[in-house]
């Protein structure tokens, strides 16, 4: 482990309960999502993929902040700010769920987690849906208390995860299915422990409700896993581009609807309860997309590490949109991208260009997700 360094944005971004056992075990560098410090670098990104898909990484994710949802009309409500259907969500599932504003337009895509019959948890992406939550609730005429608590969730992804969870908890946490949580202790420390994550491989995500136990825990799954394979390391931003994953701000925002990201699945408009948005879904599928997301493959040599800009695509000479998520995944051998183009540029096989900021290249429309398109990995 490596001594302790200074980082620092100043006061007003937070450090998760997590924060300083991340520095003694090696990160090196840091980016601010929620509002919060998030580690981004543990050394080499491509050893850290490496980690992740052939034993398990240890990620302080305490950025994802939960919107807590309590009162008799906490099921309403929360059905209220998403177009999926909850109607059939049991105690003690999570769901993949949209957060749509009035135009339709994606304000977050997160998990859902449901407690009990009148206690939600919205596991958040970055935006602010904290004040959003409260701002609906203000004049929705509901009995509802919304509010921050006091949890932060840590990803243990990684096929070697399973073992380690064994380890720390028994073999019966083996039960706990994919996209299902369960409440449980670790030598007094009081979690949930879901079956979900941000890597599409197999994992979980413990989520701490107490932050004075944040350091006690972070070595407690260290010294259970290292024996495993198990590493401190970082949201992979090769794994979630080779499984199609969203990142807000980057390949989806208050701009951009759920059919054009493909995720009309997730857009229940038959349901008679009213959500946000209901009315702008129903026109935009009844008068079509204009673009979608595609995944890309770009020629060439293989890229230095992500794009820090939209970089723009053009078919035969005219700009038809803009790569939104691109990496070098070594164990493709390909540079892959995901994109936003007009309907005409988005057949499989279509020929594209794209600028980078350093080369112009030519490009592929493919297949997305790139790896493990039925989540084989992450559910089984």
């Not at 056992?21 to 999502?33: D, E, I, L, N, P």
């Not at 030598?187 to 979900?196: A, E, F, K, N, Q």
């Not at 701490?208 to 495993?228: N, V, Y």
């Amino acid at each position: 482990m490596t001594q302790t360094k200074e980082f620092g944005f100043g006061t007003q971004i937070r450090k998760s309960p997590y924060f300083d056992a991340t520095v003694r075990w090696g990160a090196q560098g840091f980016s601010v999502y929620n509002h919060m410090y998030i580690p981004r670098d543990f050394g080499d990104p491509v050893q850290n993929f490496w980690n992740l898909v052939n034993d398990a990484i240890l990620c302080d994710v305490a950025v994802e902040r939960q919107v807590e949802i309590t009162g008799p009309d906490a099921a309403a409500f929360t059905q209220m700010l998403t177009p999926r259907d909850l109607s059939t969500m049991a105690v003690g599932q999570c769901k993949y769920i949209l957060i749509t504003n009035a135009e339709g337009g994606l304000i977050n895509d997160p998990v859902l987690l449901r407690l009990a019959e009148d206690h939600f948890w919205i596991s958040l992406a970055d935006s602010d849906v904290l004040l959003w939550a409260q701002g609906v609730a203000v004049n929705a005429g509901m009995d509802v208390s919304i509010s921050e608590p006091d949890v932060s969730p840590l990803q243990l992804q990684g096929p070697s995860s399973g073992k380690v969870m064994e380890k720390l908890f028994g073999a019966h946490i083996g039960d706990l299915t994919y996209y299902w949580l369960r409440e449980v202790e670790l030598d007094g420390i009081p979690l949930i422990v879901s079956r979900t994550g941000w890597s599409s491989e197999l994992g979980y995500e413990l989520y701490l409700r107490d932050g004075s136990r944040g350091d006690e825990l972070w070595e407690q799954i260290m010294a259970a896993g290292e024996p495993l394979g198990l590493r401190p390391g970082h949201t992979s931003s090769i794994r979630r581009i080779e499984g199609g994953m969203l990142s807000y701000h980057a390949d989806a925002d208050i701009h951009t609807n759920p059919f054009e990201l493909g995720l009309g699945r997730l857009v229940n408009l038959d349901i008679e309860a009213e959500f946000i948005g209901k009315a702008a879904l129903q026109r935009i599928k009844a008068e079509g997309i204009t673009r979608q997301q595609v995944g890309v493959v770009i020629d060439g040599e293989p890229l230095a590490g992500p794009n820090t800009a939209f970089w723009p695509v053009e078919n035969k000479g005219e700009t038809v949109g803009k790569i939104t998520s691109a990496i070098y995944s070594p164990r493709l051998d390909k540079n892959i991208a995901l994109a936003m183009v007009s309907n005409g540029s988005a057949e499989l096989g279509t020929d594209l260009h794209v600028t980078t900021t350093s080369s112009s290249r030519s490009a592929t429309v493919v297949e997305r997700p790139f790896f493990d398109p039925k989540k084989s990995l992450a559910s089984s």
